[in-house]
């Protein structure tokens, strides 16, 4: 049986800067890891299978239109899968959050099967796989963090996880991705300079210049999402965002305990959430058990 994780990102920043004529959006945004994760575990079976066991009432379809069985596809056409496998998720990452879920299992997918069947793909073979699955595929293909150019799939691999810790939370409402880009007013010449906020400017100051445009779109619809930005302010978080489309919303604190009370408080209101160390960084191993 071969083990391994499969991790959630949050965007630091992210500015749509043009609606391009496919109906996507130039953007930049940073990209970074979270210690909230799903497991998978995949052994060789009579016949290719999908089983997700997800916390709360989570509702993750297992047919064709799973990113993980979309990913399984993809490299089926492209190099011919030698055997079939069972694939068990506990499915922890809320979807429908802005936290990449379904595109980080499609990537871990990927890196999986390009491991077990011996493939020898590249990761720059994996991203082309990838096109169709997801415009956030290839930065969890990488495993690294980064500036997210393009549509988000062309990643300046930067060291931009944050030095101190995260607090995330998902208010239970899920929110549409294309809704909040469709309503979403693109803006070619943001005020301020992501990359350099990002690399140069002290986390006190994050809070006037890094900004998340889909906010704008999200938060007048999901009232509690906006609410819960204010009160990681109130919990003591010097920066707090949005992240991608949402509705999950994170706080960056300066220090850990006053991060671990927050993180305690919206335990208290039984929201599902994560506390994420400084300077974390995803053990992207896959291991053979047993
Ligand atoms: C907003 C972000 C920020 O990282 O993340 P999430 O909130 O989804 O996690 C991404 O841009 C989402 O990436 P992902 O969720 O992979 O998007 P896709 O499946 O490729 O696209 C879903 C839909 O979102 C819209 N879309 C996506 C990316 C982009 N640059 N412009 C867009 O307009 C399109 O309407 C597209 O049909
Ligand atoms: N393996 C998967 N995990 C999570 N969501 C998935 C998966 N496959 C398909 N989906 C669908 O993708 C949608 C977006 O999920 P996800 O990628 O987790 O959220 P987000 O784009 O907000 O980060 C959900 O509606 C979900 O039903």
Redo the contacts with the bound molecule.
């Keep these: 049986m071969w083990i391994a994780d499969s991790y959630a990102?949050i965007?630091l920043g992210?500015h749509v800067l043009e609606r391009?004529p496919t109906?996507?959006?130039?953007?930049e945004?940073g990209?970074c890891f979270l210690d909230w994760r799903d497991h998978f575990e995949v052994e060789q079976a009579p016949e290719m299978k999908l089983e997700i066991d997800s916390s709360g009432d989570q509702d993750i379809p297992t047919d064709e239109s799973n990113l993980i069985n979309k990913a399984i596809a993809a490299l089926d056409r492209y190099v011919g899968l030698q055997h079939n496998y069972l694939i068990r998720v506990e499915k922890r990452i809320p979807a429908g959050?802005?936290?990449?879920g379904?595109?980080s299992n499609a990537a871990l997918t990927l890196r999986m099967f390009n491991k077990i069947e011996d493939l020898g793909l590249s990761d720059d073979e994996l991203i082309d796989l990838s096109r169709d699955?997801?415009?956030?595929?290839p930065f969890f293909i990488k495993g690294k963090t980064g500036i997210?150019h393009g549509?988000?799939h062309e990643i300046e691999e930067l060291d931009i996880q944050p030095d101190y810790p995260i607090v995330t939370c998902f208010p239970d409402e899920s929110?549409s991705?294309?809704e909040?880009?469709?309503y979403c007013q693109p803006n070619p010449e943001p005020d301020f300079d992501l990359k350099k906020t990002l690399t140069q400017t002290e986390l006190d100051e994050w809070r006037y210049e890094l900004v998340n445009d889909?906010e704008q779109t999200v938060f007048p619809r999901i009232h509690v999402a906006g609410n819960l930005k204010d009160q990681m302010y109130e919990f003591g978080a010097l920066y707090a965002s949005m992240?991608?489309?949402?509705s999950a919303v994170y706080g960056v604190f300066e220090q850990e305990f006053v991060a671990t009370e927050a993180y305690k408080g919206l335990l208290e209101l039984e929201l599902p959430c994560s506390l994420t160390p400084a300077g974390f960084t995803p053990d992207y191993g896959i291991y053979r058990k047993g």
């Design positions: 990102k965007n992210l391009l109906g996507y959006h130039r953007i945004t990209f959050a802005g936290l990449g379904g595109s699955l997801g415009a956030d595929v997210g549509i988000g929110s991705t294309p909040a880009y469709r889909l992240t991608g489309s949402g």
